[in-house]
């Protein structure tokens, strides 16, 4: 396969993956949380990557992609150990301990509290959540990216 392909099926991937997300997002009513955004933008800088790649096909845009779609990986990773309780995700997106809070600021931090909580899990297949499935999916498309800065330009 060419150089010019593997670029094609990563950026590929990562649109899949974005329209995937959306669908949830808007046709399964699962808005995302604050993590959730975060993954996206790796998987939009991939695709950017993937049609600058088409008309330069550069090792550094090369490049771009495989650190733009790894980010989302990274994050995904982060997002998944805090869904698991692993360690605490943004004060903006976690719940918190309301150990010796007042009355008063319990009821500022509920007020303030976000809709859409990162450490809960709203979906989940083979017991993977959204934020495992794009964290093994983005580490996949790391790799078809450096297996397209492998092969020579055609």
């Not at 090369?62 to 943004?90: D, K, M, N, R, T």
């Amino acid at each position: 396969m060419t150089q010019q392909r593997w670029i094609m099926l990563a950026a590929t991937g990562s649109a899949a993956l974005m329209i995937g997300a959306l669908a949830f997002q808007y046709i399964g009513e699962m808005p995302p949380c604050k993590l959730c955004y975060w993954q996206r933008y790796g998987h939009i800088g991939a695709i950017v990557a993937g049609v600058i790649a088409v008309f330069v096909p550069a090792t550094l845009v090369i490049l771009l992609g495989a650190a733009a779609v790894f980010s989302s990986a990274a994050v995904g990773l982060y997002h998944v150990g805090v869904e698991l309780g692993q360690w605490e995700g943004p004060a903006s997106c976690t719940s918190q301990s309301i150990s010796g809070l007042t009355t008063e600021e319990l009821i500022k931090q509920i007020e303030a509290a976000p809709l859409v909580r990162c450490d809960e899990i709203p979906w989940e297949m083979f017991g993977l959540s959204m934020a495992g499935w794009n964290m093994v999916i983005a580490f996949a498309l790391t790799l078809v990216w450096l297996i397209a800065l492998r092969k020579t330009a055609v």
